[in-house]
Nanobody, 124 residues
Framework: QLQLVESGGGLVQPGGSLRLSCAAS????????IGWFRQAPGKEREGISC????????FYIDSVKGRFTISRDNAKNTVYLQMNGLKPEDTAVYYC?????????????????WGQGTQVTVSS
C-alpha cells in the first residue's frame, strides 16, 4: 500500500524559501499523479498545485503561481514543492496526496492517499 510522508516544513521569515518533500513508500510513485494541498487554521483544505504522472503537466492556483514550483523525481520516489517568496498567508499545514491516474487536479476528492502533513509557518 502506498504511504506518503511529507517533510521540509518549518518556520521562515516573509520572503524566505522552503522545499517540501513528499516521499513515497510501499509502491513506486511513477504510477500516481500528485497534488499538494494546504489547510490553514479555521479554513478548508485548499488544493494549490499538482503534477501529472509523467511530470509533463503541472498546475498552480493563482495565489502561488510564480512563487511555487512542483517537481518529481521518480527515481527517488519523491515529489517536491519549492516555495519561494513566502508570505504570512502561506502559513498552513501542507499535505501531499496521490491518485492512481495520469492526470492531476486540485480537488481533494480526486485523491486516494494522503500524507500526515507538515507545518509551514511564515512569520517575522
Amino acid at each position: 500500500q502506498l504511504q506518503l510522508v511529507e517533510s521540509g516544513g518549518g518556520l521562515v521569515q516573509p520572503g524566505g524559501s522552503l522545499r517540501l518533500s513528499c516521499a513515497a513508500s510501499g509502491v513506486t510513485l511513477d504510477s500516481y499523479a500528485i497534488g499538494w494541498f494546504r489547510q490553514a487554521p479555521g479554513k478548508e483544505r485548499e488544493g494549490i498545485s499538482c503534477i501529472s504522472r509523467s511530470g509533463g503537466s503541472t498546475f498552480y492556483i493563482d495565489s502561488v503561481k510564480g512563487r511555487f514550483t512542483i517537481s518529481r523525481d521518480n527515481a527517488k520516489n519523491t515529489v517536491y514543492l519549492q516555495m519561494n517568496g513566502l508570505k504570512p498567508e502561506d502559513t498552513a499545514v501542507y499535505y501531499c496526496a496521490a491518485r492512481s491516474a495520469a492526470t492531476c487536479g486540485v480537488w481533494a476528492s480526486w485523491y486516494n492517499y494522503w500524507g500526515q502533513g507538515t507545518q509551514v509557518t511564515v512569520s517575522s
